[in-house]
């Protein structure tokens, strides 16, 4: 008899999936155990003849579906990195299977029925903080799911779900396409301004896609250097309108969104809400557009004064009006001439070595965690590299697994998952505290050695962020660990971290040339962080822009009516875009948005939570100690909290007030003097 690899126990170290032996044919029959065992345990929970209990209905809930869980999180973690086209036909099967079972469980009859019998007797449960707030959150989770409607109601919520799932896996697929397939073939005369690191890594993309020559793709290590760099206007302007072209060529992207929007407003609708905005956004921190808008605004006229004086400054370099693909060059002349700085003298200093131990320093000094590397450690790519994170005492903690470079077929952007979730309800299949197996994955243009821009450098440390949330939770019940926190909380770990790439210390001790060993000089430390506020005009045009279509398309009175692309158009219009600017995120193309629905209706969740980070920091600086032990325990509790105790409140523990907007100006420079 066959073993499938996902149902049998796992041997690996620290109970990492075996990699080597799961094939894509293991999955089918590995997701329909799943989901069938998961249905007998629910069946279970309703039918108990006993009373109600938090034991017998909510922890045999988050019990529930151990088999699925595993196998889910292997296969969508598989796909994300390494989509063949036999996962990403398993992913268009079952997806849709999927969001259905989901949908069955959280709108079982029964299973509410008992949830909300308990939660009537709350007061006299006893429960602790912890296990209150699950009660309180599991009801109100399925309330929003469509389990308080009447059957036509519910079985109308099952069928969106379903159909989401479809759509949302047809838009990612379609992206990935499109930044999969699309190459710029470059001679050496077309190599005019690139950097040797740049010529490496097209020299490296081109020897993956068996091309003779250099090649740019639509990666963003890939496309952004060759914008900065090369003195080829021509060949910018065609790479850029590649860029923004994708979801809206042979594989368009725009009836998916009308058809994704009309159903999230129609879900929205059913549960009482106006639009899709007003039902997400209630869930949130910022509880309403309103307030979320708010904020965006507060940054946005700012934002745009900054911009104009820097497209005067870059117009006034050029000679000639600013395009889209000339801003990012002439930002980087612009730069170079202020402050006698560019990527290939810093380069050389941010080799992916260097910086990976600067994380790891930062977690150390922080947090008290190591980082010891496992060859023995089952992988699912050569590329990848893992980790046993130990406590002080040497204890293990959790795995983290790193995924650095771009290749062909692996979702562009930069991300944080999980392999498995930590937390301590054991079973007979899991005695004792269940330790977390976390994935970084970043898109660094592979080459030897890998050297990152100062921004690239940041993602990996806003990346770790968010690993160091899932690694170091000490949440009990599997729906409260890690980032399972409201989703615009959930960017404040990762985002706060970032600060520490910049810290001195940190610089002089990692910062250190990749051939000689010597550390990033004085001279160059200082302009480097001296130029860090230039160009976030652009930057921050750039997104809250995309910040701000997310919340209009998501409160649009008639999705299906739309055209997309002239709605983007007079929406930009509307908002004074300034020229030469274009969105972050266009919607054809913005997963974020419509390849799955953590971010829609949320996606200015990155500035909320950069309002608390600008902030949070602060309070190390005021302490005149970035390793501040005492403030470094109160962050390392936010870490550790999930979703146990209120957002504002962990924050507010910490910060000791509420956060200030004005952290988040001073910190991009745009405060009025």
Not at 486 to 492: G, N, P, R, S, W
Not at 549 to 560: F, M, N
Request: hydrophobic letters at 45%; zero cysteines.
């Amino acid at each position: 008899m066959i073993t499938n690899p996902l149902l049998a126990p796992w041997t690996t170290p620290f109970g990492v999936p075996p990699f080597d032996l799961i094939l894509p044919e293991h999955f089918g029959p590995a997701f329909d155990q799943g989901m069938a065992e998961q249905v007998a345990e629910i069946a279970a929970i309703g039918a108990d003849p006993t009373r109600e209990n938090f034991v017998n209905t909510v922890e045999a809930l988050e019990r529930s579906g151990r088999t699925l869980d595993r196998v889910r999180s292997v296969f969508f973690n598989l796909v994300s990195s390494q989509a063949t086209d036999a996962y990403q036909a398993i992913e268009r099967d079952y997806a849709p299977r999927l969001a259905r079972h989901r949908a069955d469980i959280a709108l079982n009859p029964a299973l509410f029925a008992r949830i909300s019998m308990l939660l009537d007797r709350r007061a006299s449960l006893g429960l602790d903080a912890a296990r209150d707030r699950l009660l309180v959150r599991l009801h109100a989770g399925l309330v929003r799911s469509g389990a308080a409607l009447d059957a036509a109601g519910r079985d109308r919520m099952a069928a969106i779900s379903t159909r989401l799932a479809v759509l949302h896996t047809q838009f990612g697929q379609n992206v990935l396409a499109d930044e999969t397939e699309w190459q710029l073939v470059l001679a050496e005369a077309d190599l005019a301004g690139l950097p040797d690191f740049a010529r490496d890594a097209a020299r490296e993309s081109a020897r993956e896609r068996g091309v003779e020559g250099w090649v740019i793709t639509l990666s963003r290590s890939s496309i952004e250097p060759f914008l900065v760099f090369s003195t080829r206007r021509d060949l910018r302007e065609v790479a850029w309108r590649a860029w923004v072209a994708r979801g809206l060529g042979a594989r368009d992207n725009t009836a998916l969104i009308k058809d994704i929007l009309a159903l999230r407003a129609e879900r929205a609708q059913l549960l009482g809400h106006e639009d899709f905005a007003a039902w997400r956004l209630a869930d949130n921190m910022a509880r309403n557009a309103a307030a979320a808008s708010d904020l965006l605004h507060q940054v946005w006229a700012p934002a745009k004064r900054r911009a104009a004086v820097e497209r005067a400054e870059l117009e006034a370099l050029a000679g000639h009006p600013i395009a889209a693909w000339d801003w990012r060059h002439y930002a980087e002349i612009a730069r170079r001439a202020r402050h006698d700085i560019d990527e290939s003298l810093t380069k050389p200093y941010f080799p992916l070595e260097g910086m990976l131990a600067a994380v790891f320093d930062t977690a150390r000094r922080l947090f008290g965690v190591r980082f010891v590397e496992r060859p023995d450690i089952p992988v699912y790519h050569p590329d990848v590299r893992a980790f046993d994170m130990q406590d002080e005492a040497g204890a293990h903690r959790g795995v983290f697994l790193l995924d650095s470079f771009a290749r062909a077929g692996k979702r562009s952007g930069a991300w944080m998952s999980s392999y498995r979730v930590g937390h301590g309800l054991a079973d007979d299949s899991a005695p004792g505290p269940v330790t977390p197996i976390v994935v970084n994955n970043n898109n660094i243009a592979k080459s030897s050695p890998a050297l990152l821009s100062f921004d690239e450098a940041r993602t990996l440390f806003h990346e770790f962020g968010h690993a160091l949330h899932g690694l170091l939770s000490t949440a009990h019940h599997p729906s409260q660990s890690g980032t399972a926190v409201l989703a615009d909380f959930v960017e404040f770990p990762s985002q706060v971290l970032e600060h520490w790439l910049e810290v001195p210390e940190i610089l002089r001790t990692h910062a250190r040339h990749h051939e000689s060993g010597e550390p990033l000089p004085e001279d160059l430390l200082r302009r480097l962080l001296a130029a860090r506020q230039d160009g976030q005009g652009f930057a921050s045009v750039e997104f809250v822009s995309s910040a701000l279509i997310d919340l209009a398309l998501h409160t649009h009175p008639d999705p299906q009516g739309l055209d997309v692309v002239r709605f983007e158009e007079e929406f930009l219009g509307e908002i004074g875009m300034p020229e030469a600017i274009g969105l972050r995120h266009r919607p054809a193309h913005f997963q974020h948005l419509f390849a799955g629905g953590g971010y829609a209706a949320g996606y200015y969740a990155y500035m909320w939570a950069e309002v608390l980070d600008a902030d949070a920091f602060e309070a190390f600086e005021e302490a005149g100690d970035p390793f501040d032990p005492a403030l470094a325990a109160k962050l390392k509790v936010i870490y550790q909290a999930g979703d146990t105790r209120d957002p504002m409140d962990l924050y507010v523990d910490f910060r000791g007030r509420p956060p200030s907007v004005q952290a988040l100006l001073r910190n991009r420079g745009l405060a009025e003097t």
